[in-house]
């Protein structure tokens, strides 16, 4: 949940289950799932075109019909899970009015997308290592997570705009701090057992939102 | 801020700014700190032993002198980096009374301690995917980081104790939620410019752990 979405290149893509089949779309589909769960387990360096290839249900041979390398690839199923999972945010905006509101609506509709896709949070999570330790895809992607910040400055601007926002903060930090926190919690998801500890994890962080974590939430006497 | 700590290969070690000396004990200590900043700036497989002997003024064959491996190196810089940041949230929890107070002293804790160590930070935040990835690092490391959810999860649990912590929210999903969103403060160290920036954010963090960010935390009437 780190970074860019949106690459030309990474469509077209269907958004739910993807056929098995055999056009030159739905394999490209394949493909990209194939390569969002071998890259999320193995890290860029250790996931081979083989395997990915293989795990797609095609030959090495023919991936490069879609693929001109590894770095591509890992930059198209990048540009698609960032699409997925600002899509969350972007939908739950239209269907809600305050700030809050569009964060855990956006939350909710994450726990959603995790449950149909179990590696696509993970794949998000890694990348941001990924994309600053490998040069080949810093070169391709090094820019594109300021979607990311993008979309949630939008949404907070509005908020600030409506009266929402403490005056403590200014916007760019309440940006930097949601955004943080998204990511950390994409992160946390390799380490949870299951999606149902994922949910409960982000509706606890909806609870933080809302200030209701903490039933006293109220400084010290002191 | 992702993991383990206190490996008594890290000691002996000195807390605040280590003198340029030639006593074993200050070479051991500017080795540290050298490793800390080369790991975090380059990564793990990036880094030389050369290139962290020389930052710390020793030749490379000294280095061997005082850690056996690259492997070992990163172990003790682990150690002792998430050592010092477990301290911060353990003095604060001396110092405050309720949950919310505890964990933003340690947050303050941590802004001071991020500004005497400037890559402390990130070091403690790129160690989660390198353990991950590196087996060698993972072998020697990857139980360590059950630490930092067991301080959390001390801090929680006495504040389920006192009544604190809503009852919508089991204890350990609030500790995942916790380490989560520390975890994602700490990864996001490396995309701030200052550390100005990075204390903003600690410091907006505390107004949402208070529940203070959002002016109108309210729900929608619909």
């Known amino acids: 949940m780190l970074f860019r979405g949106g690459r030309s290149m990474a469509k077209p893509r269907r958004k739910a289950g993807r056929p098995f089949g055999n056009t030159r779309e739905e394999t490209h589909g394949r493909l990209l799932d194939a390569a969002c769960s071998c890259f999320a387990e193995l890290g860029y360096s250790r996931a081979s075109n083989k395997q990915i290839a293989e795990t797609a249900g095609i030959t090495s041979g023919s991936l490069y019909h879609y ?11 990048y540009g698609d899970v960032i699409e997925r999972l600002l899509d969350a945010y972007r939908i739950a905006a239209t269907e809600h009015e305050t700030c809050i509101e569009q964060l855990c609506g956006g ?15 993970e794949f998000a999570a890694s990348a941001y290592y990924e994309i600053q330790r490998q040069s080949e895809l810093n070169a391709l992607l090094g820019e594109e997570h300021f979607q990311v910040f ?16 403490s005056a403590e903060v200014d916007l ?15 992160i946390h998801r390799g380490r949870l057992e299951s999606e149902e500890e994922f949910a409960a994890a982000l509706r606890a962080f909806q609870c933080v939102l809302r200030g209701t974590l903490f039933a006293r939430p109220r400084r010290e006497a002191t």
């Open 67 to 77: 693929f001109g390398s590894k770095a591509e690839l890992f930059g198209a199923v």
């Open 150 to 165: 993008d979309l949630f400055r939008g949404l907070l601007e509005a908020g600030v705009e409506r009266g929402e926002i």
């Open 172 to 186: 760019e930090t309440a940006v930097n701090v949601i955004v943080a926190c998204v990511s950390g919690l994409a």
């Open 107 to 121: 939350l909710e509709r994450i726990i959603v997308l995790s449950r149909e896709h179990p590696r696509l949070v």
